[in-house]
């Protein structure tokens, strides 16, 4: 398999991004990059990120959750970040990215792991609570879901047509489009920084072809894993933005069916798509409620 590895010099000096890389190896050879913060005794929280981002994302929550005593856990997804980057289109599929996510999870032996997903954070996290709901004390979600087949709404039918035929593929100016807050120029050069190349920005496009809407390869595998969150009872809180137009309202599907749901208090939080650039305060309160809760 040929595999691109972002030159380390990329990400000398990137804002509010002090954490030291560390790395596991998992089937194929391939190379997860992850930020591993905090007591390696506390409960881990694994914050799981969407697309085109990496863990670069969480990098406003990941102190402030040190800080409150977890142990903060933070890959880059296969494609993504420091991890590496298969350049054939046809290495990466839905299932693909759930079970390499799985081998680094069973390969630091991660357990009582609260979830903090957004966007295909989501989409691969909740797939993940399903098949290994043991390893799980609960859920933080936020702008993202489960899909099994409905019809595309517009606005993401135009990000998956744009991703796919766009000449160019910005992600740093795609990030600050999906904020409420300004981004920095040193910001978006940070999330640039991974995708030196055109060659290097494949998964980042092909993402959005691989969100089960419609009659998608993926439905039945949806449909067995909402079949297991239908009756996972551990915490599970919803915090979607206010100003999300893809996801708005979301927390509504899964109030209703998972039974977690039903006994929390969900927070509406205050920003656009990626949440974590515009309310990292709150969703760092939520993981903190679902870890009250659970214990």
Request: hydrophobic share 45%; glycine share 8%.
């Amino acid at each position: 398999m040929r595999v691109y590895r972002t030159p380390d010099d990329r990400f000398a000096d990137l804002p509010d991004w002090p954490y030291a890389p560390n790395y596991v190896e998992i089937a194929g050879g391939l190379r997860v990059h992850y930020i591993d913060e905090g007591p390696r005794d506390a409960q881990p929280v694994l914050m799981l990120h969407g697309e085109p981002t990496w863990a670069y994302l969480y990098r406003q929550m990941i102190g402030p959750a040190v800080d409150a005593c977890f142990r903060v856990v933070a890959p880059d997804l296969i494609g993504f970040g420091r991890s590496d980057k298969p350049l054939d289109r046809a290495a990466y599929s839905y299932a693909a990215q759930v079970a390499w996510v799985r081998q680094w999870i069973e390969a630091l032996d991660l357990r009582n792991i609260i979830l903090a997903c957004q966007d295909w954070g989501s989409l691969i996290g909740l797939r993940l609570v399903a098949e290994m709901p043991e390893r799980f004390a609960g859920v933080a979600l936020s702008n993202g879901g489960l899909p099994e087949g409905q019809p595309a709404p517009r606005a993401f039918a135009i990000w998956r047509a744009f991703s796919r035929y766009s000449p160019v593929f910005p992600i740093g100016k795609i990030v600050k489009a999906g904020t409420k807050r300004e981004l920095s120029a040193a910001e978006i050069a940070a999330y640039d920084a991974p995708f030196p190349t055109r060659a290097s920005k494949i998964a980042a496009r092909v993402f959005p072809s691989f969100v089960p809407l419609g009659d998608n390869v993926a439905v039945p595998d949806q449909k067995r894993a909402w079949a297991a969150l239908e009756a996972f009872d551990n915490p599970f809180l919803c915090c979607f933005s206010d100003g999300d137009p893809i996801t708005r309202g979301g927390e509504a599907l899964f109030a209703g069916r998972v039974p977690g749901a039903a006994r929390m208090t969900h927070r509406t939080l205050r920003g656009g798509h990626f949440i974590q650039e515009d309310d990292p305060v709150g969703f760092v309160a939520a993981i903190r409620d679902v870890a009250a809760a659970a214990s």
